[in-house]
């Protein structure tokens, strides 16, 4: 019988905020775990015999053991006022914006949900073509809240940014609260190869020079066009 280890492929995270470096790293999920998981038996009983609870299940323990977790990097106070809200970091630094209602009012209605935006203060790279899946932190985040996070799938070769959207319960009033080193993202790379993670400080002009605007629309495809045509021409591609 042979055992082979897997392929291990670099996933490079940049960041030009020291704070976040230090002290709300990109890290292996498996770091992550709730504290109710920690806290639970393994079994419980039953009329006959004992449960499983849990911490035996290989859905759950697969879910950390192949993922990353962004956590936040300072904390988010919310402010509900009916239509409106506002928002704050604690750091005074960290950004959030709004894309207009027209953008994706086809999913939600307005007038029930807001949009926001966090800015990311990480950048990733990967020289391999790697899809990887942005998803809420299900276990760690209350699924009953205000605030949904927004999935979708990104791939590191061919742009950078990563940027947490999500949509807040509006039309009430009400104060939230997202807390410094809670998980915001939990990111599983769809591949069988293991990911490395290698957290990185740059100055700012080499973090914002990792963004590359070049359209209006569909940026990242011309982007992605661009860089694949410069493959193939590369001699040693």
Excluded at 140 to 154: A, L, Q, R, T, V
Excluded at 208 to 231: L, P, Q, T
Aim: hydrophobic share 40%.
């Amino acid at each position: 019988m042979f055992l082979f280890k897997r392929k291990e492929i670099i996933l490079d995270c940049f960041t030009n905020n020291k704070t976040a470096l230090d002290f709300a790293p990109i890290q292996k999920a498996s770091n992550y775990y709730p504290s109710w998981f920690n806290s639970m038996p393994i079994d419980v009983d039953g009329i006959t015999h004992k449960n499983s609870t849990l911490k035996r299940c290989e859905g759950f323990i697969n879910y950390y053991r192949n993922g990353l977790i962004m956590p936040l990097w300072s904390d988010l106070g919310i402010l509900i006022q009916g239509l409106d809200y506002k928002w704050n970091f604690a750091d005074n630094k960290s950004i959030a914006m709004v894309h207009g209602s027209n953008q994706w009012d086809a999913f939600v209605n307005p007038k029930e949900y807001g949009h926001l935006k966090i800015v990311s203060p990480w950048h990733f790279k990967c020289n391999k073509e790697i899809d990887f899946l942005f998803k809420r932190p299900y276990w760690n985040f209350d699924p009953f809240n205000d605030i949904s996070i927004i999935e979708g799938i990104i791939n590191f070769k061919y742009q950078h940014t990563t940027n947490i959207n999500l949509f807040l319960k509006i039309n009430q009033f009400k104060q939230l609260l997202l807390k410094y080193n809670e998980p915001l993202l939990h990111i599983l790379p769809l591949t069988e190869y293991e990911i490395k993670v290698k957290n990185h400080l740059i100055d700012d002009k080499e973090f914002y020079g990792m963004i590359a605007d070049m359209s209006f629309n569909n940026n990242y495809r011309i982007r992605k066009k661009v860089m694949k045509s410069k493959e193939k021409k590369c001699p040693f591609h």
